[in-house]
């Protein structure tokens, strides 16, 4: 399925709108610095059984092979609204196979080292 255009323009504005934490990741997870490779905001196509709608979600970071996606959470996420949407979306992804790692951004910024091990712990 090609990916419309509208959703192909809103991942490339992320990329290029990354998150001092985004970067600090992607500065150390790129080029498979953890044995597989990852791809940042890159669109994925969800399909959804007996619906007209097509869905599409732009993770911060995914990995094709093992379906692994990384969101880095950062103060938005706290608000409640936000939390509901990313509770379905992840129950949504999970019973489709995904394995969601969830990193909040101080994680990243202050200890950059345990966030590496805790994604090298999902990939093994």
Known sequence: MKTPDIIKEA???LR???TKSEII???NIKSWKLW???LRQKPIYLYTEGSWLDRYI???FYNFDRKIIIEVDWSIHYLK???ILDFEKEKFLNSMWY???RIK???IENDINNVLQKIKTYIQ
């Open 11 to 13: 991942a490339r504005k």
């Open 16 to 18: 290029n709108k990354m």
């Open 25 to 27: 990741l992607w500065n």
């Open 36 to 38: 597989i490779n990852f």
């Open 58 to 60: 732009i993770p911060d």
């Open 81 to 83: 609204e936000v939390y």
């Open 99 to 101: 394995k969601i790692i």
């Open 105 to 107: 951004n101080e994680e």
